[in-house]
């Protein structure tokens, strides 16, 4: 099945950059959009709730101007990401506005329900759910939602266990719509590679912490900088759901990573996992584990520009080998 529009025929490159907790907010979401990605935010993160109809007004002027300015460089779509859960007492409120001013995307995590993605279908807008293994796939689509954001083994904050392909294997054995992957990709070449799993986009979240428009502490930033994909901690003690974590903060909170307790899942508290000075988002930094390519802090675009050379080098080099493995075929039948 081929891409909606409104994901293929205004993206300079096939990346939606994920809703990042706190940390994204107009300036990092307009940035990524006109640098030609899907740019993203948490609805959640507006406080108080009024202060989400403002962030929605700006970013569609803003994103609308540019448009009319830069005709032949347009602006990818934006997204926004509504948190589906009980704890979320916000959510009707939230999807409300986003309806208003007609977000071109929504992303859906932790829960599917059929009232939001009936709302965002109401005005031609898509919903994309996140997911982290078939089952719950498979209820993300009959309750409506339009695409899949399988969330596999390395990727930051909430993450599942299994391995991108698998994950993204089982998927396509049964469903043929838009599937954005997340998991530990932060070069062009892991761009790429999502797409030759089966992939159409990837879904790119930790790289752009550590950009000057993210609402990140500069610690934050400069840790992800310092730091690899063996820096990452693996728990669901801070949340009640298994996430990626850097290390350095966990030590840094005070506590072991090797000898972290197991949280109750049902908690699903958001808080402090039992150490009352030690907060998740705040103190606890969630990232994946592909931010061994982040090798400094730039702005949003520069990123993706480097994400963008990447990528098209990869291309190159891919058909170069493609085309190296014909001529040997050829001469082997000769």
Same mark, same amino acid.
């Given at each position: ?46 406080? =108080? ?24 460089? =347009? ?102 719509? =838009? ?77 072991? =990573? ?77």
């Amino acid at each position: 099945m081929a891409l909606p529009p409104v994901l293929r025929d205004r993206l300079r490159l096939p990346v939606i950059g994920s809703p990042l907790f706190i940390i994204s907010n107009p300036d990092l979401v307009i940035a990524q959009c006109k640098a030609g990605i899907v740019g993203s935010f948490p609805a959640l993160n507006a406080r =108080p709730i009024s202060m989400l109809d403002e962030w929605l007004h700006r970013i569609t002027e803003e994103l609308a101007a540019w448009d009319r300015d830069h005709p032949e460089t =347009p602006s990818a779509p934006f997204a926004v990401n509504h948190i589906v859960h009980k704890s979320n007492d916000r959510l009707e409120q939230d999807v409300e506005l986003s309806t208003k001013w007609k977000a071109p995307v929504v992303i859906t995590s932790l829960g599917a329900q059929t009232p939001v993605n009936d709302a965002v279908h109401s005005y031609g807008g898509i919903v994309l759910h996140d997911v982290i293994n078939d089952r719950f796939a498979r209820k993300a689509i009959e309750k409506g939602a339009d695409g899949l954001i399988p969330v596999a083994a390395g990727a930051g904050g909430h993450a599942g266990h299994l391995s991108p392909f698998a994950l993204i294997q089982g998927l396509r054995e049964w469903f043929d719509g =838009p599937i954005a992957l997340s998991g530990s990709i932060a070069h062009g070449r892991a761009v790429l590679g999502a797409q030759a799993m089966g992939a159409d986009l990837a879904y790119v979240g930790s790289a752009f912490i550590a950009t000057a428009e993210a609402n990140a502490a500069e610690g934050y930033k400069q840790m992800i900088v310092a730091s690899s994909g063996e820096d990452i901690t693996y728990t669901n003690l801070f949340t009640g759901v298994h996430g990626n974590y850097l290390t350095p903060s966990i030590i840094g909170a005070g506590l072991d =990573p090797a000898n972290l307790p197991v949280s109750d899942a049902s908690a699903m508290n958001f808080g402090s996992g039992g150490n009352q000075k030690a907060k998740a988002w705040r103190d606890i930094w969630g990232c994946g584990q592909g931010i061994g390519a982040v090798k400094d802090i730039q702005t949003a675009g520069e990123l993706i520009a480097r994400l963008s050379d990447e990528y098209e080098q990869a291309k190159l080099e891919l058909a170069a080998k493609v085309a190296l493995t014909e001529r040997k075929v050829a001469l082997a039948a000769e």
